[in-house]
């Protein structure tokens, strides 16, 4: 069992309750506008179709995937790129994540407003869905991915 998960897990639960019985407050909303403040999105990226390579066959990023994700990331406007009307500007981070049991290189990406990512994560799964599918496929597009999977991650 992941402890990080249970405790964000039971918080949540406790903030339910307290919502259920008082009603929306100052004090809930402000305990799960904490709880939810580290809300995130994460792009795995796979290699490179740009980069030319000897493997033809690798699905896993190297060193070469790696160096050309830091300069393109770093000299392209990459945070612009997900800037959001309804969730502010956004603060992008290339960062070593795991993703199906390999660490591969991720974009990770935090919004001024989490609050309301995390409210239209959970009341407008739909709209919210297509809005993180086109972030992903401008990446896949501007990175030439041969594979991408994105998730929102809460803990």
């Not at 160096?67 to 960062?95: P, R």
């Not at 799964?125 to 991650?153: F, P, Q």
Request: charged share 25%; glycine share 4%.
């Amino acid at each position: 069992m992941n402890s990080r998960f249970d405790a964000f897990e039971s918080e949540l639960t406790s903030i339910q309750e307290d919502m259920r019985s008082n009603g929306v407050n100052p004090t809930n909303e402000a305990r799960l506008k904490r709880l939810v403040s580290d809300i995130k999105f994460v792009i795995a990226l796979g290699p490179s179709e740009s980069i030319p390579r000897d493997r033809l066959d690798s699905n896993v990023p190297d060193s070469l995937d790696i160096n050309y994700f830091k300069k393109v990331t770093s000299v392209n406007s990459t945070n612009d790129i997900f800037d959001d009307d309804d969730w502010g500007k956004a603060s992008v981070v290339l960062e070593q994540r795991e993703f199906n049991g390999a660490n591969v290189p991720s974009l990770v990406v935090r919004w001024d407003n989490y609050y309301q990512f995390f409210l239209d994560q959970g009341n407008n799964r739909e709209y919210t869905d297509k809005k993180l599918n086109g972030y992903c496929s401008a990446i896949a597009l501007m990175l030439a991915l041969k594979w991408h999977a994105g998730r929102v991650e809460l803990v």
